[in-house]
């Protein structure tokens, strides 16, 4: 059973700073890719800042410059510092977790994290 757990949203003012974090846990031998995705009220779900274990890091269009996605492999974390926000950053940001098995990839969600900003 694989488990994330994440947290650090609330509510910041525009042009604030802060920082998500993504911990899995369970039975992880391998990790393919770890990251952020989020999803505001009427739109689809969209890419925030992903790696994968071949050193690729991908950043969403709209955050590259503002967010910063790290990661402590030893622990299975993952962070997000998302600075300089604006109030469209607003959404609720959910952890992404890819794990191999055999030729597949396995993904799993957490449950989400709600990021509000305003003034």
């Known amino acids: 059973q694989v488990q994330l757990v994440e947290s650090g949203g609330g509510l910041v003012q525009p042009g604030g700073t802060l920082t998500l974090s993504c911990t899995a846990s369970?039975?992880?031998?391998?990790?393919?890719?770890m990251g952020w995705y989020r999803q505001a009220p009427g739109k689809e779900r969209e890419l925030v800042a992903h790696?994968?274990?071949?050193?690729?890091?991908d950043y969403g269009d709209s955050v590259k410059g503002r967010f910063t996605i790290s990661k402590d492999s030893g622990k299975n974390t993952v962070r997000l510092r998302m600075n300089s926000l604006k109030p469209e950053d607003t959404a609720v940001y959910s952890c992404?977790?890819?794990?191999?098995?055999?030729?597949?990839?396995?993904?799993?969600w957490g449950q989400g994290t709600q990021v509000i900003v305003s003034s």
């Open positions: 992404n977790l890819l794990l191999p098995n055999g030729t597949a990839v396995v993904e799993y």
């Open positions: 369970g039975s992880i031998f391998r990790v393919f890719g």
């Open positions: 790696y994968t274990s071949d050193g690729r890091t």
